[in-house]
């Protein structure tokens, strides 16, 4: 499936889904952008509001019935429509349940009754929690994840595989590592960014600036989700690890938005403990040799993404 089809992009007016959903026009797709606006932006899709072949819809997963009515008609649904928030779910402890299980549940039973045949789902290596090997494969177990994020998106994997195997829907679901370019609204990079502006001889890091994980750009994410689209289409549900493997420590990152910032002798200070917040994963190692077993790897580094993007986010302010 290429262009002409008609792609269904829930979260469309977010980080990742901005994004797509352009690189979805570019290549030839109609597109309905599906998005609350709880963490999207409508300005982020300014650039494509003009095409013809794209329309908008203010709309939440949680309403089944203008979900429904709105899918009708499409060929594919990309679903990156979640919380993003992590830390915010340990004090709302529904945010994650009705947001990303909840809403999941909806986008597949409103596929099921348009008779909707593909979905690619943007799940999360937090489904790994406490790794039990590193690099981590897509087949390491159990899976006992450490945040109701985590929680969330592998209750999504499994309904998404049984609607799978039950509906007729093939189903690509990717594990994500820490996407990172421009338009991120919160993450350790726009994180770091505010703080030294607001102390610019000073950098307040969470944990105890050991946490290592993979950083990749978003265009590498776009580009990988597509590349399993096109390429894997054997199985009827599947799943990949999507990231990059190498990784960057956060006290790296500091340096590097230090220095893009232009500032010298910033002093790192640390609150302590292995975690950023409650139920952050503190190692985030990818296994990606089975995506790159059909030919895709990603083009930039761990440290290489996390500059570029600290670069983009100067930027665009």
Same mark, same amino acid.
């Given at each position: ?9 829930? $979260?469309?007016? $977010? ?303």
């Amino acid at each position: 499936m290429n262009g002409g089809s008609k792609a269904f992009v829930s $979260g469309a007016a $977010g980080f990742i889904g901005s994004h797509l959903t352009e690189r979805l026009l570019t290549d030839g797709y109609s597109v309905t952008g599906y998005d609350n606006l709880s963490s999207g932006r409508k300005e982020w899709l300014q650039p494509i509001v003009g095409d013809p072949r794209f329309t908008f819809i203010h709309a939440d997963l949680l309403d089944l019935e203008t979900l429904t009515r709105t899918m009708q008609g499409h060929d594919v649904v990309f679903h990156l429509g979640a919380n993003t928030d992590i830390p915010r779910g340990n004090t709302h402890t529904k945010l994650d349940l009705e947001n990303c299980t909840i809403a999941t549940s909806n986008v597949l039973e409103a596929m099921r009754t348009n008779k909707v045949g593909k979905l690619l789902f943007a799940s999360s290596a937090a489904v790994y929690g406490e790794a039990p090997v590193y690099p981590t494969s897509e087949g390491a177990g159990p899976l006992l994840p450490i945040s109701l994020y985590g929680a969330a998106k592998l209750a999504c994997e499994g309904l998404i595989s049984a609607y799978s195997h039950l509906y007729d829907i093939q189903a690509w679901m990717f594990r994500f590592g820490n996407v990172v370019g421009a338009r991120m609204g919160h993450g350790v990079i726009y994180d770091f960014i505010a703080k030294l502006r607001r102390t610019p001889q000073e950098l307040e890091i969470l944990g105890d600036g050991k946490q290592e994980k993979n950083f990749f750009l978003v265009e590498d994410c776009i580009e990988g989700i597509l590349f399993a689209f096109q390429n894997a289409t054997e199985n009827p549900c599947d799943v990949f690890n999507l990231g990059c493997e190498s990784t960057t420590k956060v006290t790296e990152i500091g340096r590097i938005v230090a220095e893009e910032m232009g500032l010298a002798d910033v002093a790192f200070r640390f609150t302590g403990g292995k975690r950023a917040w409650p139920g952050d994963a503190p190692v985030v190692i990818f296994d990606a040799s089975k995506i790159k077993s059909l030919g895709w790897k990603a083009k930039y580094t761990s440290s290489e993404a996390v500059r570029i993007a600290t670069q983009r986010l100067l930027g665009q302010e």
